[in-house]
């Protein structure tokens, strides 16, 4: 995979440890891991953590393993281990042979977990749910001990025994670690790590009804893989002295360590599953990969380039401190690939009827336009022109200002590609008083927007022909929320959406080389933005747009003050 537009990497801690470990001789080679639990599908946050793992082992020349962490039946499922896999895959990471699931481990887990009830060091608990959080204390206050945990090594393995073997109900036992009821990090507190749940798994269907707790199974999936470094978020570093406990009690391969690094948190969005979960159940938006959705496959579905979300997380870097990256810098990037690499067509969004009286009705021709300013590569194309064409509604005033230097009564403008006209009237829908109609008078001198007398016409705005223009759809999309900051303060999230975060606009006229534009493409509308043919609503010969970001940058702006700021 190649980025050869990126700006050169930056190091950051984590990129330094294993530097360090590599030169000391701590290991050969970099194995890391991406583990995302199958309950729902993968967003921008998501992305960071792929970039990171993959990315590292991609400069290193060592490895990353795609691992789903399947331990929680309740709420997982294949469609979202496929999603995440194409999701992966878009990003443009490539995991080969070292695709996992934890649930292939889950008679390991139950061996090392036997290990531990050998050593003393588990225990069968019959305490219910609400007895164990009772009993486990404070931040201020120490536990208290269950009454069970002195059972001996005998009747804790049968008892686990027969939780596997489905004699017992849900919640009526759990096996425990033995450490230490008055630690100060609540963790330690004789935590859970079995509990029982006669629920069906998508892979190991009723072969089991014990299921282990994240914080065993995931450091023992990272010694089972062999995982050099296990980089996860800021919330697991109180449980690194768990991770850390379990691996030195057991006999396992090796050791991982676990490193932490702070998540990604973005302006006017939500990333997390349990909301944007609540986003598609009640209907705001249609499904998860709408494209006002922060989640890789509303990305991908908006138009945002892959190498766009790796620049991106490029130059957010990783750090050890919370904080919230701007959401203009995501457009910025996603912008700055598109300049270069979008072709550019004509597109009347709003469209208002231009007669030219001076051009012949039969007569038609082809002019010449340039497909992408930033690479000539691209070629040229063929525009059809003739008497009647739309232009931008806004591109045209009845009392303009001073400044206004597009369409008006009386003033030339430049027809894109086309030549020079001037308008000379209007015609107003009697009822509304709206114009509906402007008549024109076109300088057949100015072919391809030429002014051989060299006068200065200063406006160029854009049009589309009537007669081989085609009518679509366009979907413009607004930020998802109106807070910059959504739910904070104890607030409900859903208050903060955006009521007018998608506008349909129907009727919009096309150049007629987009008829066949295919699902995915992505177009710069010359003076609007960057559009994507929508794969959901797109039918052949018709395809929907969505627009992915507008030609105007924010970030730039943004960047200044900053600077400013210090
Ligand atoms: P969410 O908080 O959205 O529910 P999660 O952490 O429960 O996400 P997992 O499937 O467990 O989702 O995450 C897989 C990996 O992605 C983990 O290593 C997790 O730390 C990382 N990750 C999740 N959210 C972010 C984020 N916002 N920024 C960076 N990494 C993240
Ligand atoms: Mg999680």
């Not at 391969?253 to 979960?277: D, G, W």
């Not at 012949?360 to 690479?375: R, S, T, Y």
């Not at 303060?489 to 066949?516: A, H, R, T, V």
């Amino acid at each position: 995979m190649a980025d050869n537009n990126s700006t050169p990497k930056p190091s950051n801690f984590i990129r330094d440890i294993i530097i360090r470990d590599l030169e000391s001789g701590k290991h050969d080679t970099v194995i890391t891991r991406f583990p995302p639990e199958p309950n729902g599908f993968l967003h921008i946050g998501h992305a960071k953590s792929i970039c990171l793992n993959f990315g590292l082992a991609q400069e290193f020349n060592g490895r990353c393993h795609l691992r789903f962490d399947d331990t929680n039946p309740t709420k997982e499922a294949k469609e979202y281990v496929d999603a995440i896999m194409e999701d992966v895959s878009w990003l443009g990471y490539q995991w080969g042979e070292h695709l996992y699931y934890a649930s292939d481990y889950f008679e390991k887990f139950y061996e090392y977990a036997v290990q531990l009830i050998e050593k003393g060091k588990a225990f069968v608990c019959d305490l219910t749910p609400e007895e164990i959080r009772e009993y486990r204390g404070t931040l201020t206050e120490p536990g208290k001990e269950s009454p069970y945990r002195e059972r001996s090594v005998q009747e804790n393995l049968d008892l686990f025994r027969r939780m596997r073997a489905g004699e017992f109900r849900e919640g009526e036992r759990v096996l425990r670690a033995k450490i230490d009821m008055s630690s100060g990090n609540l963790n330690m507190r004789d935590p859970v790590i079995y509990r029982i749940m006669h629920v069906p798994h998508h892979r190991t269907g009723d072969k089991w009804c014990i299921y282990p707790m994240y914080d065993f199974a995931h450091c023992l999936s990272d010694a089972i893989e062999g995982i050099t470094h296990s980089i996860c978020t800021l919330e697991f570093e109180d449980h690194r002295p768990l991770y850390d406990w379990f691996l030195d009690q057991l006999k396992t391969p090796c050791h991982p360590q676990q490193i932490e690094f702070a998540r990604l948190n973005l302006s006017y969005t939500v990333l997390s599953k349990r909301k944007l979960i609540q986003l598609v159940d009640q209907g705001v938006v249609d499904g998860w990969d709408d494209p006002r959705m922060p989640t890789i496959s509303g990305i991908r579905r908006r138009g945002f380039p892959p190498s766009a979300i790796r620049e991106f997380c490029h130059r957010i870097g990783v750090a050890k401190k919370d904080s919230v990256v701007d959401v203009a810098l995501l457009e910025h990037c996603v912008r700055d690939e598109l300049n270069r690499t979008a072709p550019r067509r004509l597109a009347v969004l709003n469209p208002l009827k231009v007669v030219i009286e001076n051009y012949p009705e039969e007569q038609e021709e082809e002019l010449d336009a340039v497909n992408n300013p930033e690479d000539p590569s691209y070629g040229t194309r063929k525009i059809p022109f003739c008497r009647e064409i739309f232009i931008e509604r806004t591109d045209f005033m009845e009392n303009p200002p001073k400044k206004f230097y597009r369409m008006a009564v009386g003033q030339e403008v430049r027809l894109r590609y086309a030549y020079i006209v001037t308008c000379t009237d209007l015609i107003k829908d009697p009822e509304t008083g709206e114009v509906v109609e402007l008549r024109c008078k076109y300088d057949p001198e100015t072919r391809g927007g030429n002014t051989p007398d060299g006068r200065r016409v200063r406006g160029t705005i854009h049009w589309v022909s009537a007669r081989h223009g085609f009518n679509a759809e366009v979907r413009l999309y607004d930020r998802l929320f109106k807070d910059p900051n959504p739910g904070k303060g104890g607030q409900d999230f859903m208050d903060s959406i955006n009521p007018d975060s998608l506008e349909i606009k129907k009727g919009c006229i096309l150049e007629p080389s987009l008829m066949d534009a295919e699902p995915g493409s992505i177009w710069q509308f010359e003076r609007q933005g960057y559009f994507c043919v929508d794969t959901r609503y797109s039918a052949p010969g018709r395809p929907v747009f969505n627009r992915s970001v507008q030609l105007r940058d924010s970030w730039a702006k943004i960047e200044k003050r900053l600077k400013q700021k210090g």
